[in-house]
Structure formats: structure tokens, C-alpha cells
């Protein structure tokens, strides 16, 4: 089991910046993939950027070249810089982390973090 815990929302106008943080309570080395997802109301939830263990990322279209997941081995915390932000990245942020525990791969979850982008 993990803990995840989010910080670094909050409100921002468009085309300001926003980081994210998500500590971990284990090593990101027992953490097989992190990554962020984001809610909005009446929207799907959706894969905003992902970090697997061996440093590969992985970003949703709407937000290549402005958004950076990153990594503090040493904090044991994740990151997500935000930088021109849109009235559409209005959300809540949720830190995610796939563990394998045991024969399975196991999805845990933060409290999230209100994002909002005032146009």
C-alpha cells in the first residue's frame, strides 16, 4: 500500500503556471508507473501525463508542450509542472500510482487537488 499526497492547487489566470506535487509515503522505485489524471464536472476523467519507472512519460494531446511530469527519487514525490494554462484545465488532479503487489497490478489514488484557470 501507498499513500499519495497532493499539493499545489489552486487558482491561476490563463496563461499562468501551476506545480503539482504527489509524495509518495514509499520509494518511487517500488512504484512501477505514476502519472496525474484530471475530472472536471460532466467530463470523463482523463490521463493527463504518466511516468513509468525507467523515466518514459506519457502526455494527453491537450497538453503536450505545456505540461512536465517529473520526478524526486530522493523525496520520494512527483511532479507536474503546468505552465500556460487554459480555462479547459480547470479540474481536479488526482496523483495515481500502479503498484504490482503480489500476482496483480494495484491502482492507488490521492485526494486530489482543485485546479482552476480563470480566463
Known amino acids: 500500500q501507498v499513500q499519495l499526497v497532493e499539493s499545489g492547487g489552486g487558482l491561476v489566470q490563463a496563461g499562468g503556471s501551476l506545480r503539482l506535487s504527489c509524495a509518495a509515503s514509499?520509494?518511487?522505485?517500488?512504484?512501477?508507473?505514476m502519472g496525474w489524471y484530471r475530472q472536471a464536472p460532466g467530463k470523463q476523467r482523463e490521463l493527463v501525463a504518466g511516468l513509468a519507472s525507467g523515466g518514459a512519460t506519457q502526455y494527453a494531446d491537450s497538453v503536450k508542450g505545456r505540461f512536465t511530469i517529473s520526478r524526486d527519487n530522493a523525496k520520494n514525490t512527483v511532479y507536474l509542472q503546468m505552465n500556460s494554462l487554459k480555462p479547459e484545465d480547470t479540474a481536479v488532479y488526482h496523483c495515481?500510482?500502479?503498484?504490482?503487489?503480489?500476482?496483480?497490478?494495484?491502482?492507488?489514488w490521492g485526494q486530489g487537488t482543485q485546479v482552476t484557470v480563470s480566463s
Open positions: 495515481n500510482a500502479k503498484i504490482v503487489t503480489g500476482p496483480s497490478l494495484t491502482d492507488h
Open positions: 514509499r520509494s518511487l522505485f517500488s512504484i512501477n508507473a
